[in-house]
Nanobody, 120 residues
Framework: QVQLVESGGGLVQAGGSLRLSCAAS????????MGWYRQAPGKQRELVAD???????NHADSVKGRFTISRDNAKNMVYLQMNSLKPEDTAVYYC??????????????WGQGTQVTVAP
């Protein structure tokens, strides 16, 4: 059984910073892409940033220059450093990963979500 567990959310003032972490555990043969999504009340879930196994990254235009995704392949972890936070960044943030669970199978997994609230 594979699990993704997020940590690091919370309440912060506008202009502040938070760092989200996500740990993958279980029967893992390898991890392809990892990423962070977010969902604000009344809105669809959207991609914030993702990172490939080789290290190439993609950040949503709304967070470019403020957020940085990174990963530690040895620890099966992905991080999201969030700087210059804005009230519109308030959302539940979800960790996502495409994980190889055996020789021929890659499945998509989601974490339970962590709340990020940015006060004006």
């Amino acid at each position: 059984q594979v699990q993704l567990v997020e940590s690091g959310g919370g309440l912060v003032q506008a202009g502040g910073s938070l760092r989200l972490s996500c740990a993958a555990s279980g029967r893992i043969f390898g991890i392809n892409a990892m990423g962070w999504y977010r969902q604000a009340p009344g809105k669809q879930r959207e991609l914030v940033a993702d990172i490939r196994n080789g290290g190439s990254t993609n950040h949503a235009d709304s967070v470019k220059g403020r957020f940085t995704i990174s990963r530690d392949n040895a620890k099966n972890m992905v991080y999201l450093q969030m700087n210059s936070l804005k009230p519109e960044d308030t959302a539940v943030y979800y960790c996502n990963a495409w994980i190889r669970v055996n020789f021929g199978t890659v499945n998509e997994y989601w974490g339970q979500g962590t709340q990020v609230t940015v006060a004006p």
